[in-house]
Each structure stands twice: as structure tokens, then as C-alpha cells.
């Protein structure tokens, strides 16, 4: 079945630094990518939109500029937290579909601390 | 606005009972509705997916139903078991190029 990977799954960075965190469909392309977080014990937010090749669709709330969205091929997408602060610690999953309105296949997450 | 509800938030059952989770929307016009179940500090697996013009899907011991005039799915898990503990959640989406909204998910405890 098809897969998506994330990478890392766990990473702790001082408070100002910029952490990024990859999201690859290994088995399919996908021309769509969403990202989330997810607060303990809560159900996930969307973040984002990302669509190969053109700029991320942001949901309302969330800051562009310090959340980057990269999605330079079809098998990856990137998700930059600059200048983190420890209101961004989170759970961060994304998650890819092999075409528009097809099953949505998640990543494992990512655990962002910051200290 | 699309909302999604799901009843009950944390169900706790015997080791081989049958068990049904809702899930309820309050916009009928979907494109499908998908079933996921989410591990402790784990990322989501996808289970069963109900695309608006069907009203059932199977999987091994696990049987989706969607109605969509009534704004509802159920997720029957027969025979429970232990490892069948988690999160589950459903998500509508609206159109194929649309948004996935999520439930809150309800969380599941299979006692041995």
C-alpha cells in the first residue's frame, strides 16, 4: 500500500531556531499535500495546503512566514518552523494523496519540543 | 460551515464485544467520508473510505455505513480486541479538491 514518511519523528531545538521537517510519498506522487498539527488529546488542525510546484494554501490563523511550505516534487513536501518558540512544541503529521478526492495516506508525525 | 461530531468521545469494552462509534456532519453535500485510527503519539491509518454515492465498506471486522441524507456514519468493529485500542476518527470532505474536516475522534479501550 501506498506510504508517506516523515522525518524526523522526534526533534528538540532551542528556542529561536528554525526546524525543518520532511514529509515523502514513497510509493506514489502526490500532486497534494496537507499539513497538520495536533495539541495532546485533541483532534488534528490543518495547517496548509500544498501543492507541487505553487505556493501553500494556508488555513486562516496560520503565519506564512513562520510556517514554510515547500513542495518542490511530487514526493516531497517540506514544513519549516522558523524562529520556533515553545508554543510551537506540537505534533506535527502531514499527509499526501496519490490523486484529488482518493484516500489520504499520513505520515507517522513528527514531535517538535522546543526548549 | 461543515462541522463534524463524533459520539462518544471514550468508549471502554470487554475484549470481544461488538461495537459501533459514530460520527455525524452537519453539511449532507460530501464528496466521501473516511474512517482513520490513530495510535498514542502516532501519525493516522487509514481504514475504511465511502466515497457520497455508496453506503457501506468492509474490512475484515470492520463495517462502515454512511447516510448521507441524515448526515451520519457508524464504524462497527466486531469481535473487539485489545489491540484494537485507539483513536478513531472520521473525516468528511466536501468536494475532491476540498479540505478534509475531522472529527474530535473517540478513543477506545479494549479491556482483556
Known amino acids: 500500500g501506498a506510504v508517506v514518511s516523515q522525518h524526523p519523528s522526534w526533534v528538540i531545538c532551542k528556542s529561536g531556531t528554525s526546524v525543518k521537517i520532511e514529509c515523502r510519498s514513497l510509493?506514489?506522487?502526490?500532486?497534494?499535500m496537507f499539513w497538520y498539527r495536533q495539541f495532546p488529546k485533541q483532534s488534528l488542525m490543518l495547517m496548509a495546503t500544498?501543492?507541487?510546484?505553487?505556493?501553500?494554501?494556508?488555513e486562516q490563523g496560520v503565519e506564512k512566514d513562520k510556517f514554510l511550505i515547500n513542495h518542490a516534487s511530487l514526493t516531497l513536501s517540506t514544513l519549516t518552523v522558523t524562529s520556533a518558540h515553545p508554543e510551537d512544541s506540537s505534533f506535527y503529521i502531514c499527509?499526501?494523496?496519490?490523486?484529488?478526492?482518493?484516500?489520504?495516506?499520513f505520515g507517522e508525525g513528527s514531535w517538535l519540543t522546543v526548549v | 460551515k461543515q462541522e463534524v461530531t463524533q459520539i462518544p468521545a471514550a468508549l471502554s469494552v470487554p475484549e470481544g464485544e461488538n461495537l459501533v462509534l459514530n460520527c455525524s456532519f452537519t453539511?449532507?453535500?460530501?464528496?466521501?467520508l473516511q474512517w482513520f485510527r490513530q495510535d498514542p503519539g502516532k501519525g493516522l491509518t487509514s481504514l475504511l473510505l465511502?466515497?457520497?454515492?455508496?453506503r457501506e465498506q468492509t474490512s475484515g471486522r470492520l463495517n462502515a455505513s454512511l447516510d448521507k441524507s441524515s448526515g451520519r456514519s457508524t464504524l462497527y468493529i466486531a469481535a473487539s480486541q485489545p489491540g484494537d485500542s485507539a483513536t478513531y476518527l472520521c473525516?468528511?470532505?466536501?468536494?475532491?479538491?476540498?479540505?478534509?474536516?475531522f472529527g474530535p475522534g473517540t478513543s477506545l479501550s479494549v479491556i482483556p
Open positions: 499527509s499526501a494523496e496519490r490523486a484529488a478526492g482518493n484516500t489520504i495516506y
Open positions: 510509493d506514489f506522487q502526490a500532486t497534494t
Open positions: 500544498s501543492n507541487e510546484g505553487s505556493k501553500a494554501t494556508y
Open positions: 453539511d449532507s453535500a460530501i464528496y466521501n
Open positions: 465511502i466515497q457520497s454515492s455508496q
Open positions: 473525516a468528511v470532505r466536501r468536494s475532491s479538491y476540498d479540505k478534509v474536516i
